[in-house]
C-alpha cells in the first residue's frame, strides 16, 4: 500500500498514532512526502483574504511557514520505521528501492522528498 501526501497534509493529521496503528496491524506502508516546507493552499488563501494583514507586514505566516520543523522523516524512527530523505533527483530512485525492499520485508518506509514548489 502506498500513501503519497504533502508536507501541510503529513503535519496536519495524526501521523504518530497511524505509525502506532501500521506497527500494531501489521500493514506497512510506503509513505511519500512531497516536502515543499510549506502548507501551500493556506498560504495562498492567507494572502488572497488579508493581502494587507499583519502577516503581509511582517512575513510571518503562521501555521504556513514549515521551513522550521525538523526533518520530517525522523518522526518515524521511534517505530523502528526504514526511512529516507532526498534532497537531489538522483536520489530518489535509490531511495525508493531500499523503501520498496523494507515495505517488502514488511517495515513501514517514510520517504521525504524535499522538492521545490
Ligand atoms: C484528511 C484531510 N485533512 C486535512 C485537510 C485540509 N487540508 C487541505 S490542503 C492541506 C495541506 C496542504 O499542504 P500540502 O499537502 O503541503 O500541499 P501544498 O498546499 O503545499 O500544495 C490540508 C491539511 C484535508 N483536505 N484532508
Do not use: C, Q
Not at 500494531?24 to 502548507?39: G, H, Q, T
Not at 493552499?41 to 525538523?70: C, I, K, Q, V
Amino acid at each position: 500500500m502506498v500513501l503519497t501526501i504533502g508536507d501541510g497534509a503529513f503535519t496536519y493529521n495524526p501521523v504518530i498514532p497511524s505509525y502506532d496503528a501500521s506497527n500494531a496491524y501489521e500493514l506497512p506502508l510506503l509513505i511519500v512526502v512531497f516536502n515543499n516546507r510549506v502548507y501551500k493552499s493556506m498560504n495562498m488563501n492567507h494572502r488572497r483574504f488579508y493581502p494587507e494583514g499583519a502577516a503581509a507586514d511582517t512575513g510571518e505566516w503562521l501555521g504556513t511557514d514549515l521551513h522550521r520543523l525538523p526533518r520530517l522523516a525522523a518522526f518515524a524512527e521511534p517505530f523502528g520505521m526504514h526511512t529516507e530523505t532526498v534532497d537531489a533527483p538522483e536520489a530518489l530512485a535509490p531511495a525508493l528501492e531500499r523503501a520498496l525492499k523494507a515495505v517488502a520485508e514488511g517495515t513501514t518506509a517514510v520517504v521525504d522528498v524535499l522538492v521545490t514548489r
